[in-house]
């Protein structure tokens, strides 16, 4: 493992691993560490063998946010110019389901980009923030609207408003993260999670997911006409024949992805 290396990536059976690798910066997010973030996730996209992939960092942090010193650098013209946030919807659109692994420091841009993946498995020494007002900024890649939508407006407000950082019970407790691990399982633990995905139907588990994030989107008769739409196309698979064959035998299933 090199330091120049700003990505690891791994294929553990149909789990593809993805780790942030610019320890010495607590994975702050410099524009090119991001770039290479999008193009590790696309590649592992693209590769149907694949049917989950684990986004993590290190120990010590999952992303301790933007790059500060870029952004100091940067410009409002080559801010607003910049793909940088663009990226953040490359990872959302992701077809493959994106499990967050998080240990340590999640802050900022970090925050926002484990927010952007499907699901947050969290070591309990995880913290989570959006810290930008103390440097007299905002979240500026989704933070104001996707943690709002996490954890409501109270302890968005709070966060965000006072820099405050939640504990991994607290992201728990608030429902921005769905599991809370020992310390040194964390990324064994997404592991596992992620195992457990990738051995259901791709098909199902895209149109599922895809139906989830469309409660965040739409009213709620246009959300369960769009569950309705996903439900059939998901019975019109192959691999849902399968499951219910395999149900009735009592087998276990194997899915194809068809
Ligand atoms: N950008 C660039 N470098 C960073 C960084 C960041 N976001 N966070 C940490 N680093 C660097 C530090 O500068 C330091 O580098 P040097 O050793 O070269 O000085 C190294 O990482 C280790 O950090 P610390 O010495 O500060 O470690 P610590 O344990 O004392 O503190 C911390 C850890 C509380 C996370 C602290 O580093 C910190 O507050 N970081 C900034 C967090 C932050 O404000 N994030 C929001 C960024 S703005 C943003 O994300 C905008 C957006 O919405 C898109």
């Known amino acids: 493992m090199t330091e120049e290396q700003l990505v690891l990536v791994e294929r553990d059976g149909r789990v593809g691993v993805v780790l942030m690798n610019r320890p010495k910066q607590l994975n702050a ?17 693209a590769d149907s063998e694949i049917r989950s992939i684990v986004l993590g960092g290190g120990e010590r942090a999952f992303a301790a946010g933007a790059d500060i010193q870029e952004l100091a650098a940067s410009t409002p013209i ?35 980009l484990a927010m952007t993946c499907d ?9 989570f923030g ?10 500026g890649a989704g933070g104001t609207q996707r943690l709002t939508r ?8 709070d966060m965000i408003l006072t820099g405050r950082l939640l504990s991994a019970r ?7 993260v769905a599991r809370v691990v020992a310390r040194e399982a964390w990324l064994v633990e997404a592991k596992r999670v992620a195992g457990e995905i990738a051995a259901k139907s791709p ?15 739409a009213p709620l008769s246009v959300g369960l006409a769009y569950e309705r739409r996903n439900f059939a196309l998901a019975r019109a698979s192959e691999d849902a024949d399968e499951g219910l064959r395999a149900f009735v035998e009592k087998r276990a299933p194997d899915y194809k992805g068809s």
């Open 170 to 176: 607290e992201a728990l407790q608030h429902g921005l």
């Open 150 to 157: 996490a954890v409501g407006k109270a302890i968005a407000m």
């Open 119 to 127: 699901l947050i498995v969290a070591s309990e020494t995880a913290r």
């Open 203 to 217: 098909i199902g588990a895209r149109l599922a997911a895809d139906a989830i994030d469309q409660a965040f989107e």
């Open 78 to 112: 080559a801010l607003s110019e910049s793909r940088h946030i663009e990226r953040w919807d490359a990872i959302r659109n992701l077809r493959t389901p994106l499990v967050a692994a998080v240990s340590g420091y999640c802050l900022g841009g970090g925050c926002e």
């Open 29 to 45: 997010l410099s524009d090119e560490l991001t770039a290479a973030v999008v193009t590790a996730l696309e590649e592992l996209d």
């Open 130 to 139: 959006q810290p930008e007002i103390n440097l007299g900024i905002l979240p």
